[in-house]
């Protein structure tokens, strides 16, 4: 049997060498780690969307973090000019893209909404009676009376300037009801003409001093997203080339709508185009909101959302969405202080909007 003192300088001794390994140790875990947390972070930067919200919308990690764990996020973004506004948004959703995109296309959802007083979906090929119900505000009428090229608080351009002092006679009864019916031959023939004729048939705004070419307001929204062109070049050749690009995986239909933004009831002439992935590492789909004519504030505008999946196999997907318009109005001192209530506005609408998507969303079944 072992003495009781050879034990004790046996657990000794182990004590010493213990505590001569323990710097080694700490290092060797330190070390392992520091590698770990290495790899994650260079996997995490190389992971969709994330990658994306470092390099193109200059998210810091707190934000970054903030739509991952499911929070809606929307943030302004540097505009080259005082004319166009840019915002972000994106947020986590326990769904899939396939329920967000039935949710995006829910017209009658779209019309028990508080800021939509209409929206109807054109026929293939489009037909005056699709527009049986579209009526401009008496006010917008009072101001059809006085329009002239430059002047005129209608957008809209000088050949439809033009054709409302000409065609219309404002002294009649009812001058309202033919306004009514010339402004619907108007959108019919806009709508045409640019299936046909695609940017270049959108024509110029000429109700202010200085005149808005829609093609050209258009490219340079297009042109502002530099992530276009690498995630999604069929898609961007398509919103600028269309009717001639390539469409494989495209699909478009055409909407006129009525809607409150805030100061005046506006009517619009969209293309609602949707985008699937062509390749697994492409985003499931891309949804594109393209304004062809606004009858105020926006001389052009575009809405893109894309559902990115979850590569962390939660089994959500990420919105991430841009929005992106040039205005009238927002110029000069007091322009500036226009410009920097509808960006509150936009910003805090689009939060607010992708936090209702997500709520709803989430709640569904998958």
């Known amino acids: 049997m072992r003495k009781l003192t050879d034990i004790s300088n046996t657990e000794g001794a182990a004590r010493k060498f213990l505590l001569r390994m323990l710097p080694v140790v700490l290092a060797t875990l ?99 009676s699709d527009l049986d119900q579209l009526k401009l505000e008496d006010k917008d009428i009072e101001e059809l009376k006085k329009c002239k090229t430059g002047k005129c608080e209608v957008q809209l351009p000088s050949e439809a300037i033009d054709a409302f002092n000409a065609q219309v006679n404002w002294k009649t009864a009812d001058a309202a009801d033919q306004a009514n019916a010339l402004a619907r031959k108007m959108v019919l023939e806009m709508l045409v003409n640019y299936q046909q004729g695609g940017n270049a048939a959108l024509g110029t705004y000429r109700d202010k001093s200085h005149p808005a070419v829609v093609a050209d307001t258009f490219r340079a929204l297009v042109s502002r997203s530099e992530a276009m062109p690498v995630y999604l070049p069929e898609l961007r050749s398509y919103l600028l080339d269309y009717p001639k690009a390539k469409a494989d995986h495209i699909q478009s239909q055409f909407y006129w709508e009525k809607v409150n933004f805030g100061l005046k009831p506006t009517v619009r002439v969209v293309q609602a185009v949707v985008y699937r992935g062509a390749a697994a590492t492409d985003p499931a789909y891309a949804v594109a909101v393209k304004q062809l004519y606004s009858s105020h504030y926006f001389e052009s505008a575009l809405d893109l959302t894309v559902c990115e999946p979850d590569q962390e196999g939660r089994g959500g997907f990420y919105i991430v969405t841009l929005k992106g318009s040039q205005q009238a109005g927002l110029t000069g001192f007091q322009g500036s202080i226009v410009r920097k209530v509808a960006v509150d506005k936009t910003r805090s609408s689009l939060e607010k909007a992708l936090a209702a998507m997500k709520e709803k969303l989430d709640a569904e079944p998958k």
Do not use: C
């Open 30 to 128: 330190f070390a392992w780690l520091h590698a770990g947390g290495q790899a994650a972070q260079q996997t995490s930067a190389a992971t969709e969307p994330f990658k994306f919200f470092r390099e193109y919308v200059h998210l810091d990690e707190k934000q970054i973090q903030s739509i991952r764990n499911g929070e809606a996020v929307a943030r302004v973004l540097d505009a080259p000019t005082a004319d166009q506004v840019f915002v972000f948004g994106a947020v986590y959703v326990k769904s899939t893209p396939e329920k967000y995109l039935a949710m995006a296309s829910d017209v009658d959802a779209l019309r028990k909404l508080p800021n939509y007083l209409a929206i109807v979906k054109f026929s293939n090929p489009p037909k005056l």
